[in-house]
């Protein structure tokens, strides 16, 4: 039985088990995955119990993704760009590290038909997500990215030609073409709250939310009202996980196990 499972500092509402529980179903895996709630203090040991074969393969999330990366014996293209590990395979001893997350928000593009090439883009947020978005945008072609921040002097890197913002010149920004929510406001339980206060509501063609818990956000509310296509990062949290079991297993899974899965969580979620 492959031993897989979630590293993270609280994991009380992750999803993480259930959507591997149901993928084992679908495509016959034996395996298990357990979540793994850890302090910063106890990471080097485990990471050493890593190494020794207590599984076969980790995912990581908060706040761990950044740390994982010294630790790596092997770090894939997309995790060196963006700076972060969230998927660890074990390896006869050796940690070789993977992002994701990446994956993730670009097959959440693809599935709602959403081009961003030559757009600009409003990004609300420069935290851990934010990366792994902000890459993609950059490889689909987007033109121009705005980055909203609550920082004065915000370290996230951007290219050339993109622009890190305060919230308060939000409104100052015109024709923009999607907006995509990077930070945990509007999460459960703080459904009630949004990231973008009325008078930062911009125009724009189309809203993506990371968040997946409620199945609507505030956010994503307001701009339906306003017959504004907006979708939530149910997607990016069911393909991340899929593309970590095409890591371990070195196998590809098509869109119709990500349907199944979709629709079994939909179920357990929103119900």
Known sequence: MKKLGLLGEKLGHSYSKEIHEIFFKLTGKDASYKLIEKEMEDIPSFMQE?????????????????????????????????????????????????????????KTLQQNDINVKDGKILMLGTGGAAKAVYNVLIDEGAKNIYLATIS???????RKGDRLIHYSEIRNVRNVNLIVNCTPVGMYPAVNMTPLEEVNMINTDCVVDIIYNPEETVLMKKYMERNVKAVN??????????????????????????????????EKLYK
């Open 152 to 158: 004065e002097n915000d370290s996230f890197e951007i």
């Open 233 to 266: 990062g149910l997607i990016m949290l069911i393909f991340q996980a899929i593309k970590s079991e095409e890591i371990w297993n070195d196998e590809k899974y098509d869109d119709e196990v990500l349907k199944k899965v979709h629709e079994k969580l939909s």
């Open 50 to 106: 890593l190494r020794e074969g207590k599984f076969d393969g980790i995912n990581v999330t908060i706040p761990y993704k950044t740390e994982m990366m010294e630790y790596m014996d092997r770090i894939s293209d997309s995790a060196e760009k963006i700076g972060a590990v969230n998927t660890i395979t074990v390896k006869n001893g050796k940690l070789i590290g993977d992002n994701t997350d990446y994956f993730g928000f670009l």
